[in-house]
C-alpha cells in the first residue's frame, strides 16, 4: 500500500511593520528578501498562505484617537492591508513565484476575493496565496484572521514573523537584559503572562482550536525561509 505525505502548510502572519520597516510606506528592499526567502521554501514543497498587517499605514485605534469613527478607521487600515498585499505580490512574481491576492472586502481589479477551497486549490498547484483586507469587519485585528484563516484552509502552524525580537521573552528584552527567550511556551501561560505572541483574542482562539503558533524574528538572514520549512527557531506556542 502507497503512503503519501501530506506537504506542510503554514500560514505566515507579516505585521505592516514589516513591510514599513518601521516608518509609513513600504520598503522595498525587505520586501524583495521577504518575497525570495518566501519563494525558497516554497520551492522545497511547502504550501505557503500569508496574512499581512497594514499598521504602516494606517491602525483604527490610532485613527480613533485623532477623531476618526473608529470602525471607518479599521476599513482604513484594512485597506492599508492589500497594499502591501500587492507589493509582496509584485515581488514573488518578480522571483518567478506565481501569486494569487484574496481580499475579505472585494475588488475585483487587484484581487479575488476569498474563497477558502479555491485558496486551497491555489496552494496544491504551489501559488502562494495572500490574504488581505483582514476579516473585512472592524473590531479584528490580523491577528485574528491568521488564526481563522489557518484553521479554515487547515494549515499546520501559524509563522508569526516580528520585528526587532527573534521570539517570545519572559520581558522586553530591549529594556530588561535579563528576559530570557522561550523555546516553548503554552497558550495558557502567553494569555495569563500577557507575554507578546500575538493580541489576546487571537491567542485564545488559538488556544481553543489548539492551533500551533511560532514566533520568530524576520531579520535574521534566511530565517523566513527556515520559518517556513518548520526549523526550530523563535519560540513554539503550543499546549
Ligand atoms: N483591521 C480591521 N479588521 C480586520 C483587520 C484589520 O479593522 O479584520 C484594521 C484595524 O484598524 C487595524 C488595521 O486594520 O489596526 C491594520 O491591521 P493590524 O493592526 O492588524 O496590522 P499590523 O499590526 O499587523 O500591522
Known amino acids: 500500500e502507497e503512503t503519501i505525505d501530506k506537504?506542510?502548510?503554514v500560514l505566515l502572519k507579516l505585521s505592516g511593520e514589516a513591510f514599513g520597516g518601521g516608518s509609513v510606506g513600504i520598503d522595498t528592499t525587505i520586501i524583495r528578501r521577504i518575497a525570495q526567502e518566501i519563494t525558497r521554501a516554497v520551492r522545497r514543497g511547502v504550501q505557503v498562505a500569508i496574512v499581512v498587517g497594514g499598521g504602516n499605514f494606517f491602525r483604527g485605534a490610532e485613527l480613533q484617537q485623532a477623531g476618526i469613527d473608529r470602525s471607518r478607521g479599521d476599513y482604513m487600515g484594512m485597506l492599508g492591508t492589500v497594499m502591501?498585499?500587492?507589493a509582496l505580490q509584485d515581488f514573488l512574481e518578480q522571483e518567478g513565484q506565481a501569486t494569487r491576492v484574496q481580499t475579505?472586502?472585494?475588488?475585483?481589479q487587484v484581487a479575488?476575493?476569498?474563497i477558502p477551497l479555491k485558496a486551497i486549490r491555489h496552494l496544491e498547484k504551489g501559488r502562494v496565496v495572500i490574504f488581505g483586507a483582514g476579516a473585512g469587519m472592524p473590531y479584528f485585528s490580523t491577528d485574528?484572521?491568521?488564526?481563522?484563516?489557518?484553521?479554515?484552509?487547515?494549515?499546520?502552524e501559524?509563522?508569526?514573523?516580528?520585528?526587532g525580537v527573534d521570539g517570545v521573552y519572559t520581558a522586553d528584552p530591549r529594556k530588561d537584559p535579563s528576559a530570557r527567550r522561550f523555546i516553548s511556551l503554552s497558550y495558557t501561560r502567553a494569555l495569563v503572562d500577557n507575554l507578546s505572541v500575538m493580541d489576546a483574542s487571537a491567542l485564545s482562539m488559538a488556544r481553543d482550536n489548539r492551533q500551533r503558533i511560532r514566533v520568530f524574528g524576520l531579520e535574521g538572514d534566511g530565517n523566513v525561509t527556515k520559518a517556513i520549512?518548520?526549523?526550530s527557531i523563535g519560540t513554539l506556542v503550543s499546549d
Do not use: F, W
Not at 104 to 108: D, E, S, V
Not at 144 to 156: A, Y
Not at 158 to 163: A, H, P, T
Open 84 to 86: 502591501n498585499c500587492l
Open 158 to 163: 501559524v509563522l508569526m514573523g516580528k520585528n
Open 144 to 156: 485574528t484572521v491568521s488564526i481563522q484563516r489557518s484553521l479554515e484552509i487547515h494549515c499546520d
Open 104 to 108: 475579505a472586502i472585494a475588488m475585483g
Open 7 to 9: 506537504p506542510r502548510r
Open 229 to 231: 520549512l518548520g526549523c
Open 112 to 114: 479575488e476575493p476569498y
